[in-house]
Nanobody, 127 residues
């Protein structure tokens, strides 16, 4: 399974951007897909995740109310709609997928829970 993230770019504070994560390869049976981000000099951090079967979502407090994750199962694509962007949202954004069922949302926020990773797409928020 390969994940391809795209849609990054330069945006002004307060602006919006939509990232896409497309899965290809063998039959994609991931249980959950997540977005993480990594700013220069910082550790990779959880942004949000979606359980593919139920469509339920889970977000980091820092993006709650501003970011929305959705999925298009027919196209094996997950989107990250980002609004009201802030300077501190600047980072490389990665999508990741796991085939493991986690009953607790805690594990969906952990880097180690994911088996597959995309290459990352850069989002720069600047005036």
């Amino acid at each position: 399974v390969q994940l391809q993230a795209s849609g990054g770019g330069l945006v002004q504070p307060g602006g919006s951007l939509r990232l896409s994560c497309v899965a290809s390869g063998r039959s994609f049976s991931a249980y959950a897909v997540a977005w993480f981000r990594q700013a220069p000099g910082k550790e990779r951090e959880f942004v949000g995740a979606i359980r593919r079967s139920s469509g339920s979502t889970y977000y980091a407090d820092s993006v709650k109310g501003r970011f929305t994750i959705s999925g298009d199962s027919a196209k094996n694509t997950v989107f990250l709609q980002m609004s009201s962007l802030k300077l501190e949202d600047t980072a490389v954004y990665y999508c990741a997928a796991t085939s493991t069922y986690y009953s607790s949302y805690y594990y969906l926020g952990e880097v180690s829970s994911y088996d597959y990773w995309g290459q990352g797409t850069l989002v720069t928020v600047s005036s």
